[in-house]
Structure formats: structure tokens, C-alpha cells
């Protein structure tokens, strides 16, 4: 499990350029080795992954084309006190996440869109997440919060430690990853890449 770090403003590393690298084997199963051009390469192979996943949810989020509507609403039942919390403003909130949840009944909690990338995940969890940023926390901040929750359901949907990976997956996950705005570290600002110079 990810120690819990604080969610830091990502500074944007527009001179990265792909090294050309050639994966060799996993240490662990947890960490890809790549020799490039200069020297040696280490990729955690975890922090890659939620940084391509990160990137993926941020921006079907931001479509409003990848929302689902099922055809079953997800219902949740809250307790008394938890429906008094959520005022109008923080059921907006939800909306802009791509969450529209409406009122059913008194203590009944209807879920009638989602964002589209919940199907690869734990639909539940997502809501529960969410649900739980808005319903506990004082003051509710758009942004952190979106960031958060995409965060956290990124590094559910992603490989893991001790996963084995192939040659052929080890190559897509670091073409994937380099294709990302911000490959350098993932979205809790973990280095997803060291590199060994020669020397
Ligand atoms: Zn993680
Ligand atoms: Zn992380």
C-alpha cells in the first residue's frame, strides 16, 4: 500500500524527452530495467501505470461524451445525518465529477450518471470514495477533490507490485507512459523513473 503524501501542485516537465530504452527484466517483479542510450534505467512499474491511467481518467472526465447512464441505478442508503450534509452546492460538486446523484426518498441516495471510466473499476468504491470526500470533509475544494478521486481510482486500476510482466508489456506500458503530459512521476508524485548514467 502507498503511503498517504500530500497532493502537491505537478510541475510540468516539458523538456523530458523518451530516452530510447530497451527492457530488459523485472527486479521483483516491481520494477522494469532498461538500458538506454546512457547508461541504465529503473521504471516502477506501479507508479507508471497510475500515471497513465491518471492522465486517461483526467481526461474522460473532462468529456462529457464518457459518462454512463446504467440502466440499473446504483442506489445508496445513507443515514439521517449524512443526508443533511449534502447541500445543493456539494450535489453540484458531485455533478462536476461526472457523479448526477438525486435524492430518493429520505435516506436513499440514487446514482443516475457516472464517468464512463467506472466500468474498468469498482463502481462502488468510486461512488463511496466520493461520496465520503463530500459528505465528511468541512470545506470541499473542486479541484483537490477531482484529483483525489482520480488519484485513488487510478492506482486501483493499475498494476501492481509483484505483477509478472512480458517483454511486449513492459514495452507498451513505457510507450504508453512517454506519451503522457507528465511522465516523470505519478499522480501522489512518486518517481515513476531513475536513471544510472554509465559512469
Ligand atoms: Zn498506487
Ligand atoms: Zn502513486
Known sequence: EEPKVEIKEEIKNVSFKKPLLLPIGQIHNTYIICQGEDGMYLIDQHAANERINYEKFDKEL???????????????????????????????????????????????????????????????????????????????????????????MACKASIKAHDKLSIREMEDLINTLFECDNPTCCPHGRPTIIHFSKY
Open 62 to 152: 473532462n468529456s462529457k461524451i464518457n459518462v454512463i447512464e446504467p440502466l440499473i441505478p446504483y442506489m445508496i442508503n445513507l443515514s439521517t445525518s449524512d443526508v443533511m450534509k449534502l447541500t445543493e452546492e456539494r450535489l453540484e460538486l458531485l455533478n462536476r465529477i461526472g457523479l448526477e446523484v438525486e435524492l430518493f426518498g429520505s435516506n436513499t441516495l440514487k446514482v443516475r450518471k457516472m464517468p464512463l471510466f467506472i466500468k474498468e473499476l469498482d463502481e462502488g468504491t468510486y461512488i463511496e470514495e466520493l461520496l465520503n470526500q463530500v459528505i465528511f470533509k468541512d470545506k470541499v475544494d473542486l479541484s483537490i477533490l477531482r484529483k483525489h478521486v482520480i488519484s485513488t
